[in-house]
């Protein structure tokens, strides 16, 4: 069964650490992975998205990579800000053609 | 402004009662998708749409149903089949299957 998990649910951190958040997939022969992110009560805003021939891709203070023959992909955020403060969802496509999501993990930064 | 637009906001169905949620987009994408989200879950795919009038099941497709008449339009049905309606709907849209899908704000579903 084709599943992704993000480990932990939740992480704390003070206000200007560098954190990396982590996304694990079961099945290697993915078509592409996608890094969203979800205030309260709101949609999901697409971050980052990385082919399957890519290893990684930035966008400002945000740095995804992709290890298929691991089956992982983490998400570096650097010099934190509180407006940082968010779940982040992981989503992979398979050849079946549809997202499948990861449980998320909420992200506090502390001032 | 292009966007994906979900109304309403907050939306209360009574025991035995139809209730459709809307989603409209002016992105000119021809992929539309539904998606339920539970406190603690993930995303989870209702139905989705590649082309207009052509659509198909999800994952948790049962007491849903959806229609695809017009390329911006793709409403969701919460029908009285639904037992355990109450959830976040959020609906999406892309240009194709693969690429990067854009989120409304979402409907939340209650129930009375």
New interface residues.
């Given amino acids: 069964k084709q599943e992704v998990t993000q480990i932990p649910a939740a992480l704390s951190v003070p206000e200007g650490e560098n954190l990396v958040l982590n996304c694990s997939f079961t099945d290697s022969a993915i078509y592409n992975l996608q890094w969203f992110r979800q205030d309260p009560g709101k949609g999901l805003t697409s971050l980052l998205l990385i082919q399957s021939s890519q290893r990684e891709q930035t966008s400002g203070r945000l740095n995804a990579s992709l290890d298929k023959s691991s089956g992982r992909s983490t998400l570096y955020i650097a010099a934190s800000q509180p407006g940082d403060s968010a779940t982040y969802l992981c989503a992979v496509t398979w050849g079946a053609q549809k997202l499948v999501f990861g449980q998320g993990t909420r992200l506090t930064i502390n001032p | 402004d292009g966007g ?1 637009t ?1 109304s309403p906001k907050y939306l209360f169905r009574k025991e035995g009662q139809n209730v459709t949620l809307s989603c409209e987009q002016n992105l000119n994408h021809d992929a539309m ?1 539904w998606y339920r989200q539970d406190p ?6 209702i139905y ?1 749409s590649q082309i207009v009038n052509d659509f198909q099941k ?1 994952d948790i497709a049962e007491g849903y149903s959806v229609s695809r008449e017009k390329k911006e339009s793709f409403p969701l049905t919460v029908t009285s089949a639904q037992k355990n309606p109450t959830a ?1 709907y ?1 609906c ?1 849209s892309s240009t194709g ?2 690429e ?7 409907t ?1 579903l209650l129930v009375l």
């Fill in positions: 994906i979900q998708y603690g879950q993930g995303l989870r795919l989705y999800g976040f959020l999406a299957q693969k990067t899908q854009y989120f409304g704000p979402g939340r």
